[in-house]
Structures are given as C-alpha cells and as structure tokens.
Nanobody, 124 residues
Framework: QVQLVESGGGLVQAGGSLRLSCAASGRTVSSARMGWFRQAPGKEREFVAA????????NYADSVKGRFAIHRDNGGNTLYLQMNSLKPEDTAVYFCAAASSLGNPTLKSQYEYWGQGTQVIISS
C-alpha cells in the first residue's frame, strides 16, 4: 500500500504561482511513476503531469506545458508540482497519484493509489 497526502493548494490571482506537494509513505518503492491530475467542478478528472521514479521521463498535458513543472525528491517519496502563470481555468482539485507500472501516464486507470486532493482556486 502507498499513502499519498497532498498540500500546498490555495487561492491566488491569475498570473501567480503555487507549489503543490505530495508526501508518499508505505510501499513507495513500488511507485514506478507518480503523477498529478485535476478535477474542476462538473468535469472529468484530467491528467496534468507525470514523472518516473528516476525522474528521467516527464509528461505534461498540453494545457500546462511551459507553465507547470513536476519533480520528485527525498528518494522519490515527495512529489512536487510547481505551477506558474496560473489561469482561472487551472482552478480545480489537484490529486496526486502513484502507479506501480509504466503504462500510459495520462490514463487514470494506470494509477492504483490516490491522495485526497488539494483545492486550487485562481481568481481573475
């Protein structure tokens, strides 16, 4: 089992920045990939970014490329999402997820473990 706890959400103005964190505990050695997803009210949960355990491969949704950056440290047990140039359409609950295998990083079904989410609100 892997436990994931997100933090760092909040309310910021458009153009601002936030850094989300995700602390992983438990059988973290099984996390081949970790990722961030988000879900806006009334919408499906969507892929944001993912990173392999080694950090060698990063994937981003087109909507966040050039603005968001994902990285891991603490032996791969802490995941971060640096979000810059935030837009109102980035408003959502952001979820951390962990996968034990290297499938398609953009698919929710590839991730076995999920955090509870952290709310991000961007005001215009």
């Amino acid at each position: 089992q892997v436990q994931l706890v997100e933090s760092g959400g909040g309310l910021v103005q458009a153009g601002g920045s936030l850094r989300l964190s995700c602390a992983a505990s438990g059988r973290t050695v099984s996390s081949a990939r970790m990722g961030w997803f988000r879900q806006a009210p009334g919408k499906e949960r969507e892929f944001v970014a993912a990173i392999t355990r080694s950090g060698g491969t990063r994937n981003y949704a087109d909507s966040v490329k050039g603005r968001f950056a994902i990285h891991r440290d603490n032996g791969g047990n802490t995941l971060y999402l640096q979000m810059n140039s935030l837009k109102p359409e980035d408003t959502a609950v952001y979820f951390c997820a962990a996968a034990s295998s290297l499938g398609n990083p953009t698919l929710k079904s590839q991730y076995e473990y999920w955090g509870q989410g952290t709310q991000v609100i961007i005001s215009s």
